[in-house]
């Protein structure tokens, strides 16, 4: 499957939700195929944009990098928010884990999406991580088995 037209079909779903309220997407790089199964694929990516929306702002711009490094599909989702506390890049992946609890109420969820999002990950054989990105916000990587190479998983 073909990733980098993953985040763009995607992208139509937040563009449908409240008038003014849609971040701007961008997405940058080259057409990668991996090994991976369509449609857990797009759930990935749906909770990643979802999180990149709730934690960047409706406003902001939504980054999607699309790429090939040591054999690996990558892909990066970075948003323009508060960024990741020191110590939390590794318990967001938790779940029902909540990074900033006095926000649970004005950002929807319970917590799953990221963990889903890593569960599924580690279904194919690829690696997930979060990190702050220089200038404020927050970028997840997804790295997966890209066509070509060793598969593993779907």
């Known amino acids: 499957m073909t990733l980098r037209s993953v985040p763009a079909d995607l ?23 991996a090994h ?18 709730k934690h960047g702002g409706p406003k902001g711009e939504i980054l999607v990098e699309v790429g090939r490094a040591n054999g690996d599909a990558v892909v990066r989702v970075s948003d ?25 109420q004005a950002v929807p969820g319970v917590g799953l999406g990221l963990a ?20 404020g916000g927050a970028t997840f990587e997804v790295r997966l088995p890209a066509a070509g190479m060793s598969s593993a998983g779907p």
């Open 11 to 33: 992208r139509t779903d937040f563009r449908d939700g409240a008038p003014g309220d849609s971040p701007a997407f961008r997405i940058e790089g080259e057409e990668i195929t």
């Open 36 to 53: 991976a199964d369509t449609m857990r694929v797009q759930q990935i990516f749906s909770n990643l944009l979802d999180n990149a929306w």
């Open 80 to 104: 323009r928010g508060e960024g990741i506390p020191p110590g939390e890049s590794e318990r967001i992946f938790n779940r029902f884990y909540r990074v900033d609890r006095s926000r649970s």
């Open 116 to 135: 889903i999002a890593k569960h599924l990950v580690l279904l194919h054989g690829g690696t997930i991580r979060a990190f702050n990105r220089p200038g």
